[in-house]
């Protein structure tokens, strides 16, 4: 419920500070006191739009704090937790409002957005007006205020569960169709695929592991040349070692007989032969060492070939391949099992759509019986407050081929005015006075299911008297003993049936030549004086005494 309001430099009103109790709270006073401006500085706190045209003149801002106290499962407290606001104690909204029309929102001295200060406000405070863009009860809630009324939120939400499931079953399955028919419009090219690219068995990181190999590979084969030529040289075809090793022999002959002028040059020979011969150990060794096989490089090379053509043809990079294959795989599986599978997600798509229908049949039925039930409560709040020849009526429209997360219904509030005349949507038909009255009489039935914790009225009694106007203030009555209720009246019988008054009276300032907007909360005997006032106008008389009176132990004993 509303705490407290406190109003800085809006309009008329310099200070203002109010503190409001449980019950029905009534505001009364002349016409121009500024009653008005005190519900469109409040509107301004619960995320209205603003205007700098709101700010006091001579203020270079204005300012209003309106301060709730909410139960701990108050559905605004799971918005302040999912936006990281602390809630713990009361809930403060406070905007602040420049004169070049800028405002700034605050949640618990937290800055939030105009928007976030709206959705609170909206969960907070209803304000109801003879304007339909003043009343909250609009059309797009009627579904969730009959639902609140029969009790069928709980229902509501298990058919929006098993929406969500049905449309997630129907998706898997238009997925797998789809899946399907892009296969099997490829399916010859998936299967050369697959045997290509199976034959082909590539690997991750094959490619720059061949390259490597080549590049060295191609360098052994250029000093494997060299070698093989040097090995040749040392000890092929063309070796001198044969020559050399008959020459020693020979002149090892003829060592005896002129040995001085032979060894010299045998023994020079035979350190070349072991000269040679050690080259051709070292040829031989660098040979094995560089271990160039022409056959390994030219496999290596018709294998990098198939590899990159493969990545040419099916437009991928050559390490991609093993994916690409793995996808082609999946797609010929696909072809070869996915009928099976296609047909096991549509039975489950048919399974949850079966599941949702009835629950959504069995939801449509029971808010048709709850609609009955409703108009039934409504008009029987009518004749008092001289609506006797209008009907409220619950249109309910079903369309089982336009299935939402609601289930088939379409809920909007109705009336037909007199006998004879067209029913329409209540937003347009009733005129000002009876869409206030209307509205009344359904937040009565309403008042302790999908209602906000206070209701504004704002002046709904203009224009009646007596009997209604005193049918309107025993309904608001009624209304604050389960929610709070502030109401804005001219009528002497509503405010005669509150537990909470205050007057509000446009004043002058002393000093200064300018006028202002005070409020003061009424103590019984003034209260009387009030009602006294608003019976008579200017003058109180004493009759008009008398009859303030009448009214409030009337309103006592009807407590």
Request: aromatic share 4%; proline share 3%; charged share 30%.
């Amino acid at each position: 419920m509303l705490v407290a309001l406190s109003i800085r430099d809006i309009v008329l009103i310099e200070r203002l500070d109010l503190s409001f109790q449980p019950g029905l709270t009534v505001l009364t006073g002349e016409t121009g006191a500024g009653k008005s401006i005190l519900l469109d500085a409040f509107t301004l706190a619960l995320g209205g739009r603003g205007d700098g045209a709101l700010v006091r003149q001579g203020a270079a801002q204005g300012q209003v704090t309106a301060e709730f106290d909410l139960a701990a499962d108050h559905p605004a407290r799971a918005v302040l937790t999912e936006a990281g606001i602390d809630d713990d104690g009361a809930l403060v909204l406070r905007r602040v409002q420049h004169g070049d029309g800028r405002t700034r929102a605050f949640v618990n001295d937290q800055s939030v957005s105009a928007q976030m200060l709206r959705n609170l406000g909206k969960r907070l405070v209803e304000i109801h007006g003879q304007h339909d863009d003043r009343a909250l009860v609009d059309s797009s809630s009627h579904r969730a205020l009959l639902d609140a009324y029969g009790g069928l939120a709980e229902r509501a939400e298990e058919v929006g569960t098993l929406w969500r499931s049905w449309r997630a079953a129907r998706t898997a399955a238009a997925e797998e169709k789809a899946r399907l028919d892009e296969a099997a419009q490829e399916a010859d090219f998936i299967r050369h695929a697959v045997e290509e690219l199976t034959a082909l068995s590539p690997e991750a990181g094959e490619e720059e592991r061949l390259a490597e190999r080549r590049t060295q590979m191609m360098r052994f084969e250029k000093i494997a040349t060299d070698l093989t030529d040097a090995q040749d040289a040392v000890g092929g075809a063309n070796s001198p070692i044969p020559g050399l090793a008959a020459a020693v022999r020979r002149l090892e002959r003829r060592a005896g007989e002129v040995e001085s002028l032979v060894r010299p040059a045998v023994e020079a020979i035979d350190a070349a032969l072991n000269a040679l011969d050690l080259a051709r150990s070292h040829l031989d060794a660098a040979l094995r060492e560089a271990d160039f096989d022409p056959r390994e490089l030219e496999r290596i090379e018709e294998r990098l070939f198939a590899l990159r053509a493969a990545g040419r043809k099916f437009a991928c990079r050559v390490d991609d391949l093993p994916a690409v294959a793995a996808r082609f795989a999946d797609k010929l599986d696909a072809l070869d099992h996915g009928a099976e599978t296609l047909k096991q997600l549509e039975a489950r798509a048919a399974e949850a759509e079966a599941a949702y229908r009835r629950a959504a049949r069995d939801l449509s039925e029971k808010r048709r019986a709850t609609a009955a039930a409703l108009d039934e409560a409504v008009n029987a709040e009518l004749p008092p407050l001289k609506l006797e020849r209008a009907r409220f009526i619950t249109e309910v429209q079903s369309d089982e081929a336009e299935a939402q997360v609601d289930g088939y219904d379409r809920v909007e509030f109705w009336v037909q005015t007199n006998p004879g005349t067209r029913a329409g949507p209540m937003m347009k038909v009733a005129s000002g006075g009876e869409l206030a009255r209307f509205l009344l009489a359904l937040k009565v039935v309403l008042a302790d299911r999908g209602s906000a914790p206070t209701l504004v009225f704002d002046e709904i009694d203009t224009g009646v008297g007596g009997a209604v106007a005193d049918a309107i203030g025993a309904r608001l009555a009624r209304l604050g003993g389960r929610v709070q209720v502030v109401a804005v009246t001219h009528a002497p019988q509503v405010a005669a049936r509150a537990e909470n008054h205050f007057r509000i009276a446009k004043e002058a300032v002393a000093d200064l030549d300018r006028v202002a907007t005070r409020v003061a909360s009424l103590a019984p005997d003034h209260r009387r004086e009030e009602i006294a006032r608003m019976l008579s106008g200017a003058e109180v008389t004493s009759e008009a005494r008398a009859a303030a009176e009448r009214l409030l132990r009337s309103a006592e004993s009807a407590k």
